[in-house]
């Protein structure tokens, strides 16, 4: 070979290793580089003459230098290639892990003539293989550190995992527990034979009854939630929590008989503090002496003794205090409708469970009949008749050895009754009883007389007219003195509007959980995403990418903004995220959408619009409005598979009071609303599917075609509008949805757009205060590429630095609101105590009424909820910086 030759083959070579991405290097036998290649010398910021006047060893870590000169020296010896994970120190003194793969180069007589050498950068990869493997540690952790009991079942029914708290429930080694089937556990075959069938099915199980074999051969009462882990389609475990409420079991059986005996009792039983304050009344307290419960709770005991005995109840319970029971023979009391009544008392102490008196009870027998006249004994039940009738109550009597019935005046209005109408036997009765409650509405009165005698049950009735309304039903059974069964008696009450407001209370309780479950995704998830959008954005600027390349990173940002979607839709369920309204015209709205509907529901779906001319205005954020007929649009697409018609249409109705009331829906109020009614002419629901469409991640669609988060969606973005929205529909005959929306008194605004920001002037500061580096990375990267000088921050302590550093001149502080050390609004107070001028734009992967709500933030402060699109980080700061220029 010629020496031009040679010398072209080393240059092309040597051209070769300047191209390779990695490291490439060669050495002679002795040690000497001889090569480097170009993203060798980058990374060191050494040419080759430094790195041979240093040696190649000063890039190694000092925690490894001995090793790796160790496996140099025996591949010298040897003459073997080798290969290890090294850290090199990069030219400003960062380490980064890689993979170095060094061989020998021989002669043909097996004489090494130069070793050649390449490096790859793996410290990505070893940081994802750390992070991967802290994550699952510290599931474990959670799984074995939960205070409720966990467990895994196989397909099988075999136990796969459980935690400490599950072996300690129910007694059991770890070694006696898993492996067995979970059959073996259950008191109930039935049961899990049914919770098995159901998970498999894919359905989640919350709060399932059931009753587990301890070791000891007792038996606990637990509430399960479970689902299935499904891979693929294919069941491989079960995730189950085990609650037990055998404590909580007992003592509900025990208060519910103790209740019953009182309820029931013929005898006035009464509570009392020692000062005097009633603190229980039972029925037969009502029956004698006029007062409700709600009347007499909380009120003094002196209310119905007459005034010259007074004294005597003052010693009375002085003597209760020392620990005495009392008896009287008789004694006067008043009634609530003034009348002297006489009764027997007797008075007990009522003591803490360290013993302690802490009240008295006392049980009264009204004696009256034996002292008054036969008139003043049917006064009194007169008396008794009218309290009934203005508490919506009404009194019965069940003759056993006939059946026949017998109801007053009250049990006749409650059930609606026409003066025709006659209910004379307890078919009758059972007639009237909703079709869902009379098996277990016969079950309870059999009940009274295999147990204690008493009922006391809720159910639900059918009125004439079809109205469904809620009673409350107590009484009890009376025996001759053959112990034979004579009738059973009692009284009825109206519970309507407490079972409606019951219904209220639990809606708005799991509306309160799901949106602190939201908020704490969102914080979490917005952060990354910021992280995630932002330099998947970056990244899609360049013009040097492969197709190949492009198209991963275009799937990585879609996959980030849908996850950001999620958040969102999570945070409009929860009715935390941060709504713009503005007042606006209704029919305008579904207008403008009229195209992007009809390509929505496809060639064989029709759609028909017809709008009120005369509706009135109404006040939300145009998007989320837009979102809410959108995501009613698709569920009616989604039903209607073979075709089929969606009409939208708007109309003005008027709600009076009365109405209001009907509905159980808290914040509906009387008053004129604008209402936007979308119906389709799909396969329709049933009565269960309806009770949970609004719930997030409820579907009936297949796995995998939705998130369970659209009409979740639509209901939390019209809650937090001042709305309200129903749904009405039956299989086969299509849905109907109807939001309500408040009508606005003023006009529609007008819409302004605004142009984006102009870039940064040069001697404009910014300063950014975040604590995850990522994404305080991205934010500095945005605000530098238009041109702001960027100082950096991991807290509100090194802002304060920065700031004290930079002598006050920042023209503008971004500042995430929770951070270690000092979070954004202390460092905020402090900066102002200083620099009162420099303004502080607040951000958070938390909402900003949850960061109001948490008193992190005051409102009316400048804030951006993450994730952050450069271009609305640019544009506000651009605003602000203007902002305070004009003020100065």
Same mark, same amino acid.
């Given at each position: 070979?010629?020496?031009?030759?040679?010398?072209?083959?080393?240059?092309?070579?040597?051209?070769?290793?300047?191209?390779?991405?990695?490291?490439?290097?060669?050495?002679?036998?002795?040690?000497?580089?001889?090569?480097?290649?170009?993203?060798?010398?980058?990374?060191?910021?050494?040419?080759?003459?430094?790195?041979?006047?240093?040696?190649?060893?000063?890039?190694?870590?000092?925690?490894?230098?001995?090793?790796?000169?160790?496996?140099?020296?025996?591949?010298?010896?040897?003459?073997?290639?080798?290969?290890?994970?090294?850290?090199?120190?990069?030219?400003?003194?960062?380490?980064?892990?890689?993979?170095?793969?060094?061989?020998?180069?021989?002669?043909?007589?097996?004489?090494?003539?130069?070793?050649?050498?390449?490096?790859?950068?793996?410290?990505?990869?070893?940081?994802?293989?750390?992070?991967?493997?802290?994550?699952?540690?510290?599931?474990?952790?959670?799984?074995?550190?939960?205070?409720?009991?966990?467990?895994?079942?196989?397909? $099988? %029914?075999?136990?796969?995992?459980? /935690?400490? !708290?599950?072996?300690?429930?129910? #007694? +059991?080694?770890?070694? =006696?527990? *898993? &492996?067995?089937?979970?059959?073996?556990?259950?008191?109930?075959?039935?049961?899990?034979?049914?919770?098995?069938?159901?998970?498999?099915?894919?359905?989640?199980?919350?709060?399932?009854?059931?009753?587990?074999?301890?070791?000891?051969?007792?038996?606990?009462?637990?509430?399960?939630?479970?689902?299935?882990?499904?891979?693929?389609?294919?069941?491989?475990?079960?995730?189950?929590?085990?609650?037990?409420?055998?404590?909580?079991?007992?003592?509900?059986?025990?208060?519910?008989?103790?209740?019953?005996?009182?309820?029931?009792?013929?005898?006035?039983?009464?509570?009392?503090?020692? $000062? %005097?304050?009633?603190?229980?009344? /039972?029925? !037969?307290?009502?029956?004698?002496? #006029? +007062?409700?419960?709600? =009347?007499? *709770? &909380?009120?003094?005991?002196?209310?119905?003794?007459?005034?010259?005995?007074?004294?005597?109840?003052?010693?009375?319970?002085?003597?209760?205090?020392?620990?005495?029971?009392?008896?009287?023979?008789?004694?006067?009391?008043?009634?609530?409708?003034?009348?002297?009544?006489?009764?027997?008392?007797?008075?007990?102490?009522?003591?803490?469970?360290?013993?302690?008196?802490?009240?008295?009870?006392?049980?009264?027998?009204?004696?009256?009949?034996?002292?008054?006249?036969?008139?003043?004994?049917?006064?009194?039940?007169?008396?008794?008749?009218?309290?009934?009738?203005?508490?919506?109550?009404?009194?019965?009597?069940?003759?056993?050895?006939?059946?026949?019935?017998?109801?007053?005046?009250?049990?006749?209005?409650?059930?609606?009754?026409?003066?025709?109408?006659?209910?004379?036997?307890?078919?009758?009765?059972?007639?009237?009883?909703?079709?869902?409650?009379?098996?277990?509405?016969?079950?309870?009165?059999?009940?009274?007389?295999?147990?204690?005698?008493?009922?006391?049950?809720?159910?639900?009735?059918?009125?004439?007219?079809?109205?469904?309304?809620?009673?409350?039903?107590?009484?009890?059974?009376?025996?001759?003195?053959?112990?034979?069964?004579?009738?059973?008696?009692?009284?009825?009450?109206?519970?309507?509007?407490?079972?409606?407001?019951?219904?209220?209370?639990?809606?708005?309780?799991?509306?309160?959980?799901?949106?602190?479950?939201?908020?704490?995704?969102?914080?979490?998830?917005?952060?990354?995403?910021?992280?995630?959008?932002?330099?998947?954005?970056?990244?899609?600027?360049?013009?040097?990418?492969?197709?190949?390349?492009?198209?991963?990173?275009?799937?990585?940002?879609?996959?980030?903004?849908?996850?950001?979607?999620?958040?969102?839709?999570?945070?409009?369920?929860?009715?935390?995220?941060?709504?713009?309204?503005?007042?606006?015209?209704?029919?305008?709205?579904?207008?403008?959408?009229?195209?992007?509907?009809?390509?929505?529901?496809?060639?064989?779906?029709?759609?028909?619009?017809?709008?009120?001319?005369?509706?009135?205005?109404?006040?939300?954020?145009?998007?989320?409005?837009?979102?809410?007929?959108?995501?009613?649009?698709?569920?009616?697409?989604?039903?209607?598979?073979?075709?089929?018609?969606?009409?939208?249409?708007?109309?003005?109705?008027?709600?009076?009071?009365?109405?209001?009331?009907?509905?159980?829906?808290?914040?509906?109020?009387?008053?004129?609303?604008?209402?936007?009614?979308?119906?389709?002419?799909?396969?329709?629901?049933?009565?269960?599917?309806?009770?949970?469409?609004?719930?997030?991640?409820?579907?009936?669609?297949?796995?995998?075609?939705?998130?369970?988060?659209?009409?979740?969606?639509?209901?939390?973005?019209?809650?937090?509008?001042?709305?309200?929205?129903?749904?009405?529909?039956?299989?086969?005959?299509?849905?109907?949805?109807?939001?309500?929306?408040?009508?606005?008194?003023?006009?529609?605004?007008?819409?302004?757009?605004?142009?984006?920001?102009?870039?940064?002037?040069?001697?404009?500061?910014?300063?950014?205060?975040?604590?995850?580096?990522?994404?305080?990375?991205?934010?500095?990267?945005?605000?530098?590429?238009?041109?702001?000088?960027?100082?950096?921050?991991?807290?509100?302590?090194?802002?304060?630095?920065?700031?004290?550093?930079?002598?006050?001149?920042?023209?503008?502080?971004?500042?995430?609101?929770?951070?270690?050390?000092?979070?954004?609004?202390?460092?905020?107070?402090?900066?102002?105590?200083?620099?009162?001028?420099?303004?502080?734009?607040?951000?958070?992967?938390?909402?900003?009424?949850?960061?109001?709500?948490?008193?992190?933030?005051?409102?009316?402060?400048?804030?951006?909820?993450?994730?952050?699109?450069?271009?609305?980080?640019?544009?506000?700061?651009?605003?602000?910086?203007?902002?305070?220029?004009?003020?100065?």
């Amino acid at each position: 070979m010629t020496e031009t030759a040679l010398r072209t083959g080393q240059e092309w070579y040597r051209a070769l290793g300047d191209a390779a991405p990695g490291f490439f290097w060669v050495t002679a036998p002795t040690g000497e580089i001889l090569y480097v290649n170009r993203t060798w010398r980058e990374y060191t910021g050494s040419s080759l003459e430094e790195i041979n006047a240093g040696g190649w060893a000063q890039f190694n870590h000092p925690d490894e230098a001995a090793a790796v000169r160790k496996r140099w020296d025996q591949a010298v010896e040897l003459k073997q290639p080798f290969e290890m994970e090294l850290r090199y120190r990069r030219h400003d003194g960062a380490y980064r892990w890689m993979l170095a793969r060094v061989s020998p180069y021989c002669d043909g007589r097996g004489r090494i003539q130069s070793w050649v050498g390449t490096s790859v950068d793996i410290d990505d990869l070893k940081k994802t293989e750390a992070a991967l493997r802290q994550q699952e540690q510290q599931l474990a952790d959670f799984f074995e550190s939960a205070t409720i009991g966990l467990h895994w079942v196989g397909p $099988d %029914g075999t136990i796969l995992r459980a /935690n400490r !708290a599950e072996l300690d429930l129910l #007694g +059991y080694r770890r070694e =006696e527990y *898993v &492996g067995r089937n979970i059959i073996e556990f259950h008191e109930d075959r039935d049961t899990i034979n049914d919770i098995l069938g159901r998970l498999t099915a894919g359905e989640v199980l919350h709060d399932y009854p059931a009753r587990l074999r301890c070791k000891n051969g007792s038996l606990k009462h637990v509430l399960i939630d479970s689902s299935v882990y499904f891979d693929d389609g294919e069941f491989i475990h079960t995730r189950c929590f085990t609650r037990d409420v055998t404590a909580q079991r007992s003592a509900e059986e025990t208060r519910a008989r103790l209740a019953a005996i009182v309820a029931s009792s013929s005898e006035a039983i009464i509570g009392k503090t020692l $000062d %005097g304050v009633v603190t229980s009344w /039972n029925t !037969a307290a009502e029956r004698i002496f #006029g +007062y409700g419960s709600a =009347e007499m *709770v &909380g009120r003094p005991i002196y209310h119905l003794i007459p005034p010259d005995l007074h004294h005597s109840e003052r010693v009375l319970l002085e003597r209760i205090g020392q620990g005495e029971a009392v008896e009287f023979s008789e004694t006067e009391r008043i009634r609530k409708d003034g009348a002297r009544i006489y009764v027997t008392v007797s008075v007990s102490p009522i003591r803490d469970a360290q013993g302690k008196v802490v009240g008295a009870s006392s049980i009264k027998r009204d004696v009256t009949e034996r002292r008054q006249a036969a008139e003043a004994l049917s006064k009194s039940q007169e008396r008794l008749k009218l309290a009934l009738k203005a508490a919506r109550m009404g009194t019965w009597q069940l003759d056993i050895p006939t059946n026949s019935l017998s109801w007053d005046e009250g049990m006749r209005q409650l059930y609606g009754l026409g003066p025709g109408a006659a209910v004379t036997h307890y078919d009758h009765f059972l007639q009237r009883v909703h079709q869902d409650d009379r098996v277990f509405v016969a079950a309870a009165v059999q009940q009274a007389f295999e147990g204690s005698g008493g009922v006391d049950y809720e159910f639900r009735i059918v009125l004439p007219d079809g109205r469904v309304r809620w009673l409350a039903d107590q009484g009890r059974a009376v025996r001759d003195q053959g112990g034979t069964w004579l009738y059973l008696t009692g009284v009825c009450l109206d519970i309507t509007e407490r079972r409606h407001m019951e219904e209220r209370l639990r809606q708005s309780q799991r509306m309160d959980s799901v949106g602190q479950l939201a908020g704490g995704i969102a914080h979490e998830a917005n952060n990354m995403m910021s992280v995630v959008l932002g330099c998947a954005d970056y990244v899609l600027q360049r013009d040097d990418l492969l197709p190949a390349v492009r198209e991963d990173v275009d799937q990585i940002w879609r996959a980030a903004k849908r996850t950001a979607g999620i958040t969102q839709q999570l945070l409009a369920f929860s009715r935390r995220q941060v709504l713009q309204p503005q007042i606006l015209d209704l029919n305008a709205t579904v207008r403008s959408l009229e195209p992007i509907l009809s390509r929505t529901l496809g060639e064989i779906r029709a759609l028909r619009i017809h709008l009120s001319p005369t509706l009135g205005p109404v006040r939300a954020d145009p998007g989320q409005l837009e979102q809410v007929l959108i995501n009613l649009a698709l569920n009616a697409r989604d039903s209607m598979p073979e075709g089929g018609r969606l009409t939208i249409e708007t109309t003005t109705v008027a709600l009076d009071q009365a109405y209001a009331a009907e509905k159980s829906v808290a914040t509906l109020k009387p008053g004129e609303y604008a209402v936007l009614v979308v119906s389709d002419t799909g396969h329709g629901m049933d009565r269960a599917t309806i009770g949970r469409i609004f719930e997030p991640f409820f579907t009936t669609k297949a796995v995998g075609q939705g998130t369970g988060l659209g009409l979740s969606t639509v209901y939390g973005i019209v809650k937090q509008s001042g709305g309200f929205i129903w749904v009405y529909s039956e299989p086969g005959l299509g849905t109907t949805f109807k939001v309500y929306l408040p009508v606005a008194t003023t006009s529609p605004d007008l819409l302004t757009i605004r142009a984006p920001a102009p870039s940064a002037r040069a001697d404009e500061t910014v300063l950014v205060a975040e604590d995850e580096e990522m994404v305080r990375g991205i934010m500095a990267r945005t605000l530098r590429e238009c041109g702001y000088v960027v100082l950096e921050a991991g807290n509100g302590r090194e802002a304060l630095a920065r700031a004290e550093a930079q002598g006050g001149c920042i023209s503008l502080v971004v500042a995430d609101v929770v951070m270690p050390d000092m979070g954004g609004r202390e460092m905020a107070v402090r900066l102002a105590e200083r620099w009162p001028e420099v303004p502080v734009l607040f951000t958070s992967g938390y909402t900003g009424l949850d960061v109001v709500r948490r008193g992190l933030l005051g409102e009316g402060q400048e804030f951006l909820q993450k994730p952050l699109a450069p271009e609305v980080l640019a544009n506000k700061v651009r605003e602000m910086v203007d902002a305070r220029e004009t003020r100065s």
